[in-house]
């Protein structure tokens, strides 16, 4: 059976209980957190339930019939800081969430409040919608006082307006799976999102766009593995929500960094329904993934949750145990608000064990039970934060790098968040690779003609030496990149100034300022023939260095054949076809074969280890006398001097030697390949590159459509490779 008809085959229909247990719980078991259906004692089938929450006077596990009448279940055990019960007759399906009776001190940031239902932070899967009703919050969102709003206790009941989790099975066997293991100098990522990279897709069935069994099905697995990326890496799909601001103005969170469920796939993605199906549909999404070669890595959201700040809604830790889970902030407010290295609201406290544990058992299930390869953390530096600083010897970072299973994982940091100090590039530890803002920026700065010299230029091409290579990492940490899901696309890196932001309802004032982008002469969409020419070649400029630079390439869904938003540079609220990749334009013949130049470099990458090397270039050559493994050429032919390298120039040669290679095959003989030279002209005007030694020299790709004997054009890009005519 093929993973596709797996995934058709794979839709059961949601168990539910036919009656809730009269009796109050069994004792049952303080571990494993969350909820698990499994035998009881007496051999009965059944759940049991764990929630750690130490400071709670009480906690009632809340279920739900079909028509929503809540049941109540005080849990009397305690054992080390965790509540539990056992009730039998619990199936998968269940709709449950919990009461926690506490204390009400702000000051001392005790805020449990019994008039709001919690997710468990365990839950598997996750039911209904966050509404964003004042009655979610625990506080009086509205209280005239706004200053001493947060200090008022809502008693309003929050259960009508707010999400459950679900009882799940565990019954799935992996051992039909068979994960790529992508080497990390073999990786090309793929950065999509699932509703968005599936909506429109023409050769998907209407009922499974937007879902993860139309990112599993065939058409999009083709169009996958003929582009030849190696993996996904999927905005989040953990269990989100919309910011309040957001249901006021009509709006949801599209991109999903609003996470409120670490262990729940979002059921918004779900195309057969949300009691526990989505957890089975995600792993089959895996499973043809896999099957198709291409590896998965989840965008996960650990830094901050959907509660926000002080007046945010109390949905699941807040309740539980906000100054156990919560940077609180000193002097804010008094000591009751919360620290914000996220710009979201809140911070999780990574220096707490109960955190660390949280953010590692979500890891590992999602590496273990969920199957996925690995995990792009976003704002990982705050993940990271000790006391007011960064520390790269911080718990959480220790747990991942010495756990069995998460230490042979793809681990990518975003390497910085808002506060003081949060700004890491280069500074995580070996196991991790890194989003590399410098290359974006470097790459963005020669094509726009921005840069007075190619002294960085050079470290970005050739792996990014200066921030990776002590301590032991590789060129692979370097996840290099020119655009992502924030910013602008590629294609309108080219085509606008400025950002246009107006339809996300904040007067513009949203997004980055600093775009690095050139609109080629006119703002928005041309009919001018020069600047749609000019622009078209900075596009192949761009994707040709992206692919042919040392370090882990990182394309962003759709930017290989033109998708654009438009000039909005933060679309994270546009949950339509501003967002959403249009696979119309692969019927133009101008943007099918800018993604058919995309496959090709790829293609080209795959083939030749010397443009994806594991080890950074030493300069030197294989034996003595011998050309080093790499070299820098002026436009005249000569090699880069010192001062070459900072003289204004907008000209560089590269020469990439596969006869002089530090690598090595599995049986301890030395690689070699052909030698390749990279030429760039980032000025405006055409120029005379003289060849260096080492031809005959055959055109691979030239980005202006010249031959191997004119001069590089304005803005142009030439690959040759030795030994053969054009």
């Known amino acids: 059976m093929t993973a596709w008809q797996e995934l058709e085959q794979g839709r059961p229909e949601p168990l539910t209980a036919t009656h809730l247990p009269p009796a109050a719980p069994w004792p049952g078991s303080w571990q494993p957190l969350g909820a698990r259906y499994r035998h009881g004692a007496d051999g009965s089938h059944g759940t049991n339930f764990a929630l750690w929450a130490p400071g709670a006077e009480s906690v009632e596990l809340c279920l739900f019939d079909e028509d929503g009448t809540e049941t109540r279940h005080p849990l009397s055990e305690q054992t080390f800081q965790t509540w539990h019960g056992y009730l039998p007759g619990i199936v998968p399906g269940q709709?449950?969430?919990?009461?926690?009776?506490?204390?009400?001190?702000?000051?001392?940031?005790?805020?449990?409040?019994?008039?709001?239902?919690?997710?468990?932070?365990?839950?598997?899967?996750?039911?209904?919608?966050?509404?964003?009703?004042?009655a979610c919050c625990a506080s009086v969102r509205d209280w005239p006082?706004?200053?001493?709003?947060?200090?008022?206790?809502?008693?309003?009941?929050?259960?009508?307006?707010?999400?459950?989790?679900?009882?799940?099975?565990?019954?799935?066997?992996?051992?039909?799976?068979?994960?790529?293991?992508?080497?990390?100098?073999?990786?090309?990522?793929?950065?999509?999102?699932?509703?968005?990279?599936?909506?429109?897709?023409?050769?998907?069935?209407?009922?499974?766009?937007?879902?993860?069994?139309?990112?599993?099905?065939?058409?999009?697995?083709?169009?996958?593995?003929?582009?030849?990326?190696?993996?996904?890496?999927?905005?989040?799909?953990?269990?989100?929500?919309?910011?309040?601001?957001?249901?006021?103005?009509?709006?949801?969170?599209?991109?999903?960094?609003?996470?409120?469920?670490?262990?729940?796939?979002?059921?918004?993605?779900?195309?057969c329904g949300t009691r526990g199906q989505q957890v089975g549909e995600f792993k089959r999404m895996v499973r043809a993934l896999h099957h198709a070669g291409i590896e998965v890595i989840l965008d996960v959201v650990y830094n901050h949750t959907a509660e926000g700040g002080e007046l945010g809604p109390a949905l699941s830790l807040r309740g539980i145990d906000n100054a156990g889970y919560y940077r609180l902030g000193r002097g804010n407010r008094g000591g009751r608000g919360y620290t914000d290295y996220t710009g979201c609201g809140n911070t999780l406290d990574t220096r707490q064990p109960q955190a660390v544990r949280l953010v590692t058992d979500s890891l590992r299930y999602w590496a273990g039970e969920m199957g996925v390869d690995g995990f792009r953390f976003d704002l990982a530096a705050a993940l990271a934060r000790a006391g007011d600083g960064v520390d790269m010897h911080h718990p959480l970072l220790a747990a991942i790098s010495q756990d069995p299973l998460l230490s042979r994982v793809k681990l990518i940091a975003e390497p910085w968040d808002v506060g003081d100090g949060g700004y890491q590039v280069g500074n995580f530890p070996p196991l991790w690779a890194e989003w590399n803002d410098k290359y974006r920026d470097t790459v963005r700065d020669f094509w726009r003609g921005a840069r007075p010299d190619v002294a960085e230029l050079g470290?970005?091409?050739s792996g990014s030496s200066d921030l990776y290579q002590r301590g032991g990492r590789r060129p692979y940490a370097s996840v290099n990149y020119i655009t992502a899901h924030d910013g602008f696309t590629l294609r309108d890196l080219v085509s606008y100034n400025g950002k246009h932001n107006l339809d996300n309802g904040e007067d513009g004032r949203d997004g980055t300022d600093d775009n690095r982008s050139w609109n080629c002469g006119a703002e928005g969409e041309s009919t001018d023939p020069a600047v749609q020419e000019l622009r078209a070649r900075q596009l192949r400029n761009l994707l040709a260095t992206l692919l042919l630079a040392s370090g882990v390439p990182m394309l962003t869904a759709g930017d290989e054949f033109g998708r654009t938003q438009g000039g909005n540079n933060n679309?994270?609220?546009?949950?339509?076809?501003?967002?959403?990749?249009?696979?119309?334009?692969?019927?133009?013949?101008?943007?099918?074969?800018?993604?058919?130049?995309?496959?090709?470099?790829?293609?080209?990458?795959?083939a030749h280890p010397v443009l994806r090397q594991r080890a950074f270039f030493s300069g030197r050559a294989a034996v003595p006398g011998g050309r080093r493994d790499l070299t820098w050429y002026t436009a005249r032919g000569t090699e880069m001097t010192e001062a070459d390298w900072y003289a204004p120039t907008a000209q560089l040669?590269?020469?990439?030697?596969?006869?002089?290679?530090?690598?090595?095959?599995?049986?301890?003989?030395?690689?070699?390949?052909?030698?390749?030279?990279?030429?760039?002209?980032?000025?405006?005007?055409?120029?005379?590159?003289?060849?260096?030694?080492?031809?005959?020299w055959e055109l691979l790709l030239d980005t202006a459509d010249r031959g191997v004997t004119q001069p590089l054009a304005a803005r142009s890009l030439r690959l040759l490779r030795a030994g053969g005519q054009e």
């Open 95 to 134: 709709h449950y969430g919990y009461r926690v009776h506490g204390r009400w001190d702000p000051w001392t940031g005790a805020r449990w409040n019994p008039a709001k239902l919690l997710l468990d932070p365990y839950a598997r899967a996750v039911d209904g919608e966050f509404t964003g009703h004042g």
């Open 145 to 271: 006082e706004a200053e001493v709003a947060d200090t008022v206790r809502d008693n309003r009941d929050s259960a009508p307006y707010t999400a459950r989790g679900v009882v799940v099975h565990d019954d799935d066997d992996w051992s039909d799976d068979r994960r790529p293991k992508t080497p990390w100098a073999e990786t090309v990522l793929y950065e999509l999102h699932v509703r968005g990279f599936t909506m429109r897709h023409p050769g998907i069935p209407p009922e499974l766009r937007g879902t993860y069994a139309g990112l599993a099905h065939p058409a999009a697995l083709e169009y996958l593995t003929s582009l030849g990326v190696t993996a996904v890496e999927l905005l989040p799909v953990h269990q989100f929500a919309s910011e309040d601001h957001l249901h006021r103005r009509g709006l949801t969170n599209y991109w999903g960094y609003n996470s409120i469920g670490w262990f729940a796939p979002h059921g918004g993605y779900s195309s």
């Open 459 to 461: 470290y970005r091409l």
């Open 571 to 606: 679309a994270y609220c546009q949950d339509n076809g501003t967002s959403w990749v249009d696979w119309s334009l692969l019927d133009q013949p101008a943007w099918r074969r800018q993604r058919e130049l995309t496959a090709r470099l790829i293609r080209l990458r795959r």
């Open 653 to 696: 040669g590269m020469l990439l030697n596969g006869d002089a290679m530090s690598e090595r095959d599995q049986h301890g003989c030395p690689l070699t390949d052909d030698s390749f030279l990279l030429l760039l002209n980032g000025a405006d005007r055409a120029t005379e590159f003289a060849l260096p030694p080492g031809g005959p």
